[in-house]
């Protein structure tokens, strides 16, 4: 009875022992791997396993495990294009990046395979290519070490959305093919709506005196004769007194020559009273007629000056039809003869001059069409270029250029900003997307190509565009399909996913 509890004593310390030996068995056989990574069989054999979750690393990548072996991947983009960078360690420390090979290869939707191979640089190693985005691709890791090779998978996501082809048409979605296209791009330059010069008068009242009464007012549409204001003139009084008195010796002249000739053809008086007479006749004539051009110069018709009338009065009128856009005279000011008092325009036509820089001077021409579009408002009118500045401005650093606008509804107004979209020579290009297709995701533009079930950014770098169709110089090859039409609802279901630029 005293031998049976030590017995049961002595089967559990047996048992112990033995659980014991086989923990330390299986320990010695595999290693536990960090976020559930492959491992590699005790005979050096590779396992392939796919990493669910791998854990951060000490320089924030994302680190793979097997036995005692870890490689680190990061995508280093510090002011740099993105490259990928790998971290060495043996047993948790840093191993020299040349003690072992390592490779990856990038499989991406709609793409073949990218393999990238490393060489040793400070303490990593350094991919030899560009880790184009955006960042969503299958890695795989093949890492050789002290006579092992080492293989790990891991998936990236990025910019993408699962969209099944029977939701396409609820969404409004467009699929397309990019491929060769005929462009005729437009030039897109800031323009202002200006006066026609051409078509544009100072009004002065070329003789000084006192405003007696002002007619119209400024924005008033006049006609070419009416009268803008009146002044009372001492000078004009001279002028008309002077033509008056030379008519009255004119008259008086007429009447001695023809007195004179009809004597000396009688041979009653002598040759000389009439050659006298014919040259005071003479004299006369040219004092009237340039006291008339003097009038005449004023704008005053010397026919209306007749003796008894309003010497003093002078009417301003309106040299061309248009519209008073300045006007600077009130009743009773003292005018000199030079002063500028009204500024009428014809707005039927107006000019858009346009801001053009140096690199497209080589682009615009004489006679190239432009279409001319408001930034304020939906208006649109065509011209073609009728003029390019030969200089820059040494402030600006630009020239200007002009297109001749019609206005018969004076929809253009002088002031006005205006965007002036001229057209180019057409040119053939390999790849192009149509504009509408072209969105913004993070700093990129980018279309969303269709592969499979899903729609992925493609980050484009453009080229030329009429408007229409875009060039795409890289980022989508011809022969990829492409979310057009309703593009938009594509980045709004990628913004609910709340995608992230995670490496």
């Given at each position: 009875?005293?031998?049976k509890p030590?017995?049961?004593i002595?089967?559990v310390?047996?048992a112990?022992?033995a659980?014991?030996?086989?923990?330390?068995s299986?320990?010695?056989?595999?290693?536990p791997v960090?976020?559930?990574?492959g491992?590699?069989?005790?005979?050096?054999?590779p396992?392939?396993?796919?990493?669910d979750a791998?854990?951060?690393?000490?320089?924030?990548?994302?680190i793979f495990?097997?036995?005692?072996f870890?490689v680190?991947v990061t995508?280093?983009?510090?002011?740099?294009p993105p490259?990928f960078?790998?971290?060495?360690y043996?047993n948790?420390?840093?191993?020299?990046?040349?003690?072992?090979?390592?490779?990856?290869?990038?499989s991406?939707l709609?793409?073949?395979?990218q393999?990238?191979?490393f060489?040793?640089?400070?303490?990593?190693?350094?991919g030899?290519?560009?880790?184009?985005?955006?960042?969503?691709?299958d890695v795989?890791?093949?890492?050789?070490?002290?006579?092992?090779?080492?293989?790990?998978?891991y998936?990236q996501?990025?910019?993408?959305?699962?969209?099944p082809?029977?939701?396409l048409?609820n969404?409004?979605?467009e699929?397309?093919?990019?491929?060769?296209a005929?462009?005729?791009?437009?030039?897109?330059?800031p323009?202002?709506i200006?006066l026609n010069d051409e078509?544009?008068?100072h009004?002065?009242?070329?003789?000084?005196g006192?405003?007696?009464s002002?007619?119209?007012?400024?924005g008033?549409q006049v006609k070419?004769g009416?009268?803008?204001a009146?002044?009372?003139?001492?000078?004009?009084a001279e002028?008309r007194?002077?033509f008056?008195?030379?008519?009255k010796?004119?008259?008086?002249?007429?009447?001695?020559?023809?007195?004179?000739?009809?004597l000396?053809?009688?041979k009653?008086s002598?040759?000389?009273d009439?050659?006298?007479a014919?040259?005071?006749?003479?004299e006369?004539?040219i004092a009237?007629d340039?006291?008339?051009?003097?009038?005449?110069?004023?704008?005053v018709?010397?026919?209306?000056t007749r003796?008894?009338g309003?010497?003093?009065?002078?009417?301003?009128?309106a040299?061309?039809?248009?519209s008073i856009?300045?006007?600077?005279v009130?009743?009773?000011?003292?005018?000199?003869?030079?002063?500028?008092i009204?500024?009428?325009?014809d707005l039927?036509?107006?000019?858009?001059?346009?801001?053009?820089?140096?690199k497209?001077l080589?682009?615009?021409?004489?006679?190239?069409q432009a279409?001319i579009?408001?930034?304020?408002f939906e208006a649109?009118?065509?011209?073609?270029?009728?003029?390019?500045g030969a200089?820059?401005?040494?402030q600006t650093r630009?020239?200007?250029?002009?297109v001749?606008?019609?206005?018969p509804?004076?929809?253009?107004?002088?002031?006005?900003?205006?965007?002036?979209?001229?057209a180019?020579e057409e040119?053939?290009?390999?790849v192009?997307v149509s504009?509408?297709?072209?969105?913004?995701?993070?700093?990129?533009?980018?279309v969303?190509?269709?592969?499979?079930q899903f729609?992925?950014a493609?980050p484009?770098?453009?080229g030329r565009?009429?408007?229409?169709?875009?060039?795409?110089?890289?980022?989508l090859s011809?022969?990829?399909?492409y979310a057009?039409?309703?593009?938009f609802a594509i980045k709004?279901?990628l913004?609910?996913?709340?995608?992230?630029?995670?490496?």
């Amino acid at each position: 009875m005293k031998q049976k509890p030590w017995s049961l004593i002595a089967i559990v310390i047996v048992a112990g022992i033995a659980l014991g030996s086989l923990i330390l068995s299986l320990e010695k056989t595999v290693t536990p791997v960090e976020g559930g990574l492959g491992a590699v069989q005790a005979d050096g054999a590779p396992k392939d396993q796919t990493a669910d979750a791998p854990i951060k690393g000490p320089k924030g990548g994302k680190i793979f495990t097997t036995d005692d072996f870890s490689v680190e991947v990061t995508i280093f983009e510090q002011g740099v294009p993105p490259q990928f960078r790998l971290y060495l360690y043996d047993n948790g420390k840093a191993l020299s990046p040349s003690a072992a090979n390592v490779a990856i290869t990038l499989s991406r939707l709609g793409a073949p395979p990218q393999i990238f191979r490393f060489t040793p640089e400070a303490d990593y190693l350094i991919g030899d290519q560009v880790v184009a985005e955006p960042h969503s691709f299958d890695v795989a890791i093949s890492a050789e070490w002290s006579g092992k090779t080492f293989r790990w998978t891991y998936s990236q996501v990025e910019a993408r959305v699962a969209m099944p082809d029977a939701g396409l048409a609820n969404t409004g979605v467009e699929i397309l093919t990019a491929g060769p296209a005929k462009l005729k791009p437009t030039l897109m330059l800031p323009g202002e709506i200006k006066l026609n010069d051409e078509r544009m008068v100072h009004v002065v009242p070329r003789v000084s005196g006192v405003v007696v009464s002002v007619n119209r007012d400024l924005g008033q549409q006049v006609k070419k004769g009416d009268v803008l204001a009146v002044i009372d003139s001492q000078a004009l009084a001279e002028l008309r007194s002077q033509f008056l008195a030379a008519r009255k010796r004119l008259d008086l002249a007429r009447g001695t020559f023809e007195r004179e000739k009809k004597l000396w053809q009688e041979k009653i008086s002598a040759g000389q009273d009439y050659f006298a007479a014919r040259q005071g006749f003479s004299e006369a004539e040219i004092a009237s007629d340039l006291a008339s051009e003097r009038l005449r110069a004023l704008g005053v018709p010397p026919q209306a000056t007749r003796r008894g009338g309003n010497l003093t009065r002078f009417e301003v009128r309106a040299p061309i039809s248009g519209s008073i856009v300045q006007k600077a005279v009130a009743t009773g000011e003292t005018l000199k003869e030079d002063t500028d008092i009204f500024t009428v325009a014809d707005l039927a036509t107006v000019w858009a001059i346009i801001t053009v820089y140096p690199k497209d001077l080589g682009i615009i021409q004489i006679g190239q069409q432009a279409i001319i579009k408001a930034t304020a408002f939906e208006a649109e009118g065509a011209g073609t270029v009728s003029y390019i500045g030969a200089l820059v401005g040494e402030q600006t650093r630009t020239a200007q250029a002009r297109v001749t606008l019609s206005n018969p509804k004076r929809v253009w107004r002088p002031g006005m900003f205006v965007e002036v979209e001229l057209a180019t020579e057409e040119v053939q290009v390999p790849v192009a997307v149509s504009a509408d297709a072209i969105q913004s995701v993070r700093d990129w533009s980018v279309v969303f190509g269709r592969y499979g079930q899903f729609f992925e950014a493609r980050p484009l770098e453009l080229g030329r565009s009429d408007g229409r169709m875009v060039e795409v110089l890289n980022g989508l090859s011809a022969g990829e399909q492409y979310a057009a039409g309703n593009s938009f609802a594509i980045k709004a279901e990628l913004g609910k996913a709340g995608a992230t630029h995670d490496h």
